[in-house]
């Protein structure tokens, strides 16, 4: 039952991706998101024999470069016709990807293992659905780009442009120095099973991930003027980040984990009364 839960998921997921580049009308957003997809699946097989989980969050960020780049190129004619606002958000979109996988590849090579990974590796399914679900996560919060970018118009340099390119500086930077905050708390060896509350932490419990929504609601504004019909579809990209990371992935399991670490710590239920889940106070 299990196994045929897990395939289903996956083959949901893949469904929903697929459906919405369909939609926009493109050839070239359907090819990239299958390859989103198609870079998963064939990493997931070495990743199951070896039972590894530290090459996962590198491919993703791999897969966003692969992804980008085959647009730009192939909206471009090989570099024959470059839109500047293509590039720009292409490079955006790369800086995050190249900065993200990095610091995750480190961590968990620091780490040893993400032990998020521990009951899903040795079931095959299960692995696979995950390996898919980021393939989900590639395709929906990169679509608008995608199509923008592959539209007759390509990315129009306008206020909205600007409006979400300054959004994407905002969150960039936040989500970089709240991650650069809590890296350089935890190699303080004083602070070992401690939780932050210093820097932005002192002003959400999960900035980073406040900084993530935010700039791929900047991609998102930056993709607007070039949309049209049901290519408006894909400006789902940060409702399904928002989603993703306070219902999936990010703020619910980290908000379970601390519960179960210090939720008899006085000191915690008073820094969670005080503190947003995510929204940075003022």
Known sequence: MKIATNLLIALIAFFIAISIAIATGIELVFNAVFLAFAIQWIAFIPAYIFQTEKFYDLTGSLTYLSVIWYSLTLSSDQFTNLNGANIVIVLLISLWAIRLGSFLFMRIHHDGEDKRFRSIKPSASQFFMTWTLQGL???????????????????????????????????????????????????????????????????????????????????????????????????????????????????????????LKWGDDPTYQEYKKKTPVLFIKI
């Open 137 to 259: 996560w590639v395709s929906l919060c990169s679509m608008c780009a995608l199509t923008a970018i592959s539209s007759n118009t390509g990315i129009v340099t306008n206020a909205f442009f600007y409006i979400g390119l300054a959004l994407f500086i905002l969150g960039f930077a936040i989500e970089v120095m709240a991650d650069m905050e809590k890296s350089a708390f935890k190699a303080n060896q004083e602070n070992k099973d401690k939780f932050i509350t210093t820097g932005l932490w002192a002003r959400s419990r999960h900035p980073n991930y406040f900084g993530e929504i935010v700039l791929w609601t900047g991609i998102a504004v930056m993709s607007f003027s070039s949309l049209e019909g049901l290519q408006y579809l894909t400006l789902i990209s940060p409702i399904f980040t928002y989603l993703l990371l306070v219902y999936v992935s990010g703020v619910r399991m980290l908000e379970a984990r601390g519960d």
